[in-house]
């Protein structure tokens, strides 16, 4: 089974500044999906930024970069100039392959706070 | 974009009542749907996938005779949460898979107090 693991339930960081986020997931499939939401107090799911697997390239979204190594399972989501409307709650996740159901699997989640 | 919505968003119940939660596609027809469950400050669960004109798969440790799942058509998708009790409280969220692009939308979620 996929499992996702953030090991940094809060990080804060300064507004203008550049912060990284943390995600690692244990797989044995070769195609998949990774993502990262965002979930505002109205608990709203909002896609920040998509990854597909057999793409070497790193996703871009503005100033949300990603820094994705297969080899190793890591999926990191680097935010630029933060800004106060990105504090969070941040949940990495990982989309199964269509022999999985197409099911996404969560990470615990970030809170991420950004201090004026 | 696709919009997903969910009725209602906010349900408050007697322990031992039944509650339908409503999930709806807007823009597209979704063969598939997923249920997941939020507790406070803790992350989505996912609880089963609804698949439109058969029965629903349900995770491990999910209760099926529980947590009633019916995909009648390819806009809705219900969940019953059968015999509440205030164990349940939970947010409940939904999504939907657009099976033209395969993306997966999410709905804004419903919260759900048993008394």
């Known amino acids: 089974a996929q499992t996702v693991t953030q090991s940094q339930p809060e990080m804060s960081v300064q507004e203008a500044e550049t912060v990284t986020l943390s995600c690692t997931y244990d797989t044995s499939e070769s195609d998949y999906y990774l993502f990262w939401y965002k979930q505002p107090p109205s608990r709203q799911m909002i896609l920040v930024i998509r990854q597909e697997a057999y793409k070497q390239q790193n996703a871009t979204e503005n100033r949300f970069s990603v820094n994705f190594q297969k080899a190793a399972k890591s999926f990191s989501l680097k935010i630029s100039d933060s800004q106060l409307g990105d504090a969070a709650m941040y949940f990495c996740a990982y989309r199964t392959s269509n022999t999985g159901g197409f099911k996404t699997i969560f990470g615990a989640g970030t809170r991420l706070f950004v201090k004026a | ?115």
């Not at chain 2, 031992?16 to 803790?42: H, N």
């Open chain 2, 1 to 115: 974009g696709a919009v997903v919505s969910q009725h209602p968003s906010w349900v408050i119940c007697k322990s031992g009542t039944s509650v339908k939660i409503e999930c709806r596609s807007l823009d597209f027809q979704a063969t598939t749907m997923f249920w997941y469950r939020q507790f406070p400050k803790q992350s989505l669960m996912l609880m089963a996938t609804s698949n439109e004109g058969s029965k629903a798969t349900y995770e491990q440790g999910v209760e099926k005779d529980k947590f009633l799942i019916n995909h009648a058509s390819l806009t809705l998708s219900t969940l019953t949460v059968t015999s509440a009790h205030p164990e349940d409280s939970s947010f409940y969220i939904c999504s939907a898979r657009d099976p033209s692009t395969y993306e997966q939308y999410f709905g804004p979620g419903t919260r759900l107090t048993v008394t």
